[in-house]
């Protein structure tokens, strides 16, 4: 029974944009966009998918150095999964760093906020048409 709640809660968290985790994100956009793991892998430079694959199954993090070039591959937006792969990176004591970034009058707060924007119009709506 308490995995049956873990997983409504999970689902009831990942409904919000600003709590999907990164390798929610890439595995969803990846499907809704019909590529497989190769295809992405590909298309971020990578000769073999498993490091997608590692990404996927939340055993590997999205490189902080190539974070941009991920939803660049996926056509997300850019300045929310960066803001979303350093809220996964950073311990629990930095997360400090994420909230001047992002959070309420951050220096990227509106880009931010923009990109949350376009999710609930786009990515969000094709999820949401899957589900």
């Known amino acids: 029974m308490k995995d ?70 996926l056509d997300l937006p850019e300045t929310w999964f960066t803001a979303q792969v350093l809220k996964s990176s950073l311990a629990k004591d930095n997360q400090g760093l994420h909230e001047w970034l992002f959070g309420q009058g951050g220096k990227l707060n509106k880009d931010h906020e923009q990109d949350i924007g376009l999710l609930e119009h786009d990515f969000l709506v094709t999820r949401g048409a899957k589900q």
Do not use: C
Request: hydrophobic residues 40%.
């Open 4 to 73: 049956a709640d873990n997983d409504a809660a999970m689902l009831k968290a990942t409904d919000d944009p600003r709590l999907m985790m990164p390798w929610q994100i890439l595995a969803e956009r990846r499907e809704q966009l019909g590529l497989r793991q190769a295809d992405l892998a590909r298309r971020l430079g990578y000769h073999y998918p498993n490091f997608i694959s590692m990404i996927e199954s939340s055993k590997s993090p999205v490189p902080i150095d190539r974070a941009r070039e991920f939803p660049r591959a």
